[in-house]
């Protein structure tokens, strides 16, 4: 399993980023797809899943802000995420299972 994230970078309060995840080395469609961030100083948080079915779950800290979408012909999944504030700092992951990106780092700040 490889999955490599991109897409991070410094955003001021407000504004957007996209970030992708291209997996390989399973059988993409058929699996539960979540990112997770770790903000300096703190405990991993999961942010989005996406199950096959495209049924997607969201923690209450970012509702309404991120969305998570997949697309399984090029098994890429994507987070956009808009209103950033300098909390969503962190190194956003890419997880299948128990396999993890190296992440990607986000910074919100003016």
């Known amino acids: 399993v490889q999955l490599v994230e991109s897409g991070g970078g410094l955003a001021q309060p407000g504004g957007s980023l996209r970030l992708s995840c291209a997996a390989s080395g399973f059988s993409f469609s058929d699996y539960a797809m979540t990112w997770a961030r770790q903000a300096p100083g703190k405990g991993l948080e999961w942010v989005a899943q996406m199950l096959p079915s495209g049924t997607t779950y969201y923690p209450d800290s970012v509702k309404g802000r991120f969305t998570i979408s997949r697309d399984n012909a090029n098994n890429k999944i994507f987070l956009q995420m808009n209103s950033l504030q300098p909390e969503d700092t962190a190194v956003y992951y890419c997880?299948?299972?128990?396999?993890w990106g190296l992440g990607t780092q986000v910074t919100v700040s003016s």
């Open positions: 997880n299948v299972d128990a396999d």
